[in-house]
T-cell receptor, first 117, second 107 residues
Framework: DGGITQSPKYLFRKEGQNVTLSCEQN?????MYWYRQDPGQGLRLIYY???????QKGDIAEGYSVSREKKESFPLTVTSAQKNPTAFYLC????????????????FGPGTRLTVL | AQRVTQPEKLLSVFKGAPVELKCNYS??????LFWYVQYSRQRLQLLLR??SRESIKGFTADLNKGETSFHLKKPFAQEEDSAMYYC?????????FGTGTSLTVIP
């Protein structure tokens, strides 16, 4: 079954703990993204990566960290520095082909709902 | 700065009525715009993109550079159109999403 998988679906953590969300894709996409989805705020970009071992901050990177050691994987760590970590987190991937915008369609995973108690 | 505005958080229409979901953008470059849809209990997925000028599930969207708009339209709404709709702007390496419009089609 091809696509993007995120695990776990639901995650509960105590305040002050770091937690890592998994995102894996077998679409052979170069780019991967992490978004946070909050009610009334749409999707906000946390981090993105266009190539292995390289990533850039999005609009709300503070309190988060990522790694991109493999093309297929882009885990997100929510650190204790993130003030409001309870949210729905979406991972996405896309082809990167400069000059051909139509292939920049993003494919989304099912999401992980993180609740910090 | 790149920004996408969807002024309506909630929109309700009766089945068979026309529907228009508004989207305005702010971008200094050449815009690449998309509409994404999220049906209940399903993943966010692409509905259509302006560059392909296609109609998907009866929906169309025309890019109006003068008004910086990319409104989504359908002449006759169906119950299965009820979903969350997001307008998105691509700058090539980043996407900027609007806050979304929740569409409810009333039987």
């Amino acid at each position: 079954d091809g696509g993007i998988t995120q695990s776990p679906k639901y995650l509960f953590r105590k305040e002050g703990q770091n937690v890592t969300l998994s995102c894996e894709q077998n679409l052979n996409h170069d780019a991967m993204y992490w978004y946070r989805q909050d009610p009334g705020q749409g999707l906000r970009l946390i981090y993105y990566s266009q190539i292995v071992n390289d990533f850039q901050k999005g609009d709300i990177a503070e309190g988060y960290s990522v790694s991109r050691e493999k093309k297929e994987s882009f885990p997100l760590t929510v650190t204790s520095a993130q003030k409001n970590p309870t949210a729905f987190y979406l991972c996405a991937s896309s082809i990167v082909r400069p000059g051909l915008a139509f292939v920049n369609e993003q494919f989304f995973g099912p999401g992980t709902r993180l609740t910090v108690l | 700065a790149q920004r996408v505005t969807q002024p309506e958080k909630l929109l309700s229409v009766f089945k068979g009525a026309p529907v228009e979901l508004k989207c305005n953008y702010s971008y200094s470059g050449s815009p690449e715009l998309f509409w994404y849809v999220q049906y209940s209990r399903q993943r966010l997925q692409l509905l259509l993109r302006h560059i392909s000028r296609e109609s998907i599930k009866g929906f169309t969207a025309d890019l109006n550079k003068g008004e910086t708009s990319f409104h989504l339209k359908k002449p006759f709404a169906q119950e299965e159109d009820s979903a969350m709709y997001y307008c998105a702007l691509s700058t090539g390496n980043q996407f900027y999403f609007g806050t979304g419009t929740s569409l409810t089609v009333i039987p």
